[in-house]
Each structure stands twice: as C-alpha cells, then as structure tokens.
C-alpha cells in the first residue's frame, strides 16, 4: 500500500500555539479525513505527523506553520508564494504584548494571502501530491 505522508510544523510555547496555526491545525486534520476517505479506494493511506518547532530557534517564525506531502511543500505544490504578516498572537506567544513585531508566514495563492491555511488548499495539494505516488 502507497502511504501520503503529511507533515504539518508549529511552533509552540509551552503546549500552546498561535491562533494562525491552531486554524491550520484544524484545517489540516479535516483535510487528512478527506484526504484518506478519497485515496483508499486507490490504495492510498494517509498518515500525519505534526512537528513542534521550538519557540527561539533562529528560524522558527519562517519554517512555522508549514504542511509537507511526502516532503514536498504545499507552497511548491500548488505554485504559492511565501509572504509575512504581523501575528498578535505570537506575540503574546513569546512574551512581548504589543510592544513586539513578529511577522509570521503567509501563503499568496492566486492573489490571495492566507494566514491559516484553509482545508481546501489542503486538500488540492495532498491530491497533487497522490498523483505522484
């Protein structure tokens, strides 16, 4: 049997993570029922793996909420452009209120700039990802 391997990485401070990638967390795991309803039939089970990301790694804010299929990236895999954005939540997070900046990832997607990472985006990048196996 063929395995889609999804890797979804986080940050997270303590056992807490920011809004943005509790949305995706969300996101993802719908996806992954969806996505393993879909591929059985084909032979295709799924299997996810969440990653915590610790908290003061150099580059933990640009690898943070990211989701792999069989290693590669969902940004490569539906040709999304990787942006950033101010995250509230993240700040609090990591202990700076309001008086920190702390940009997160975004994902830009057909002129759209996504935060969390909708089910749907999911979902067409695990199918991109199937057709490979």
Not at 52 to 77: I, K, T, W
Not at 97 to 102: E, H, K, L, S, Y
Request: aromatic share 4%; charged share 25%.
């Amino acid at each position: 049997m063929k395995t889609l391997d999804i890797l979804w990485q986080r940050m997270t401070v303590g056992a807490e993570t920011c809004v943005r990638c509790g949305d995706t967390g969300q996101s993802v795991r719908r996806a992954m029922e969806i996505l393993r309803a879909e591929l059985a039939p084909r032979g295709i089970q799924v299997a996810l793996t969440e990653k915590v990301l610790l908290p003061y790694a150099s580059d933990v804010l640009a690898e943070s909420n990211r989701v792999f299929f069989n290693g590669e990236s969902l940004e490569d895999l539906v040709g999304a452009q990787v942006g950033s954005s101010h995250c509230q939540s993240c700040c609090d997070l990591l202990g700076g209120g309001v008086d920190r900046q702390t940009d997160c990832r975004t994902l830009i997607v057909e002129g759209r700039e996504y935060e969390a990472l909708p089910e749907e985006l999911l979902v067409r990048a695990g199918r991109l990802a199937a057709e490979k196996l």
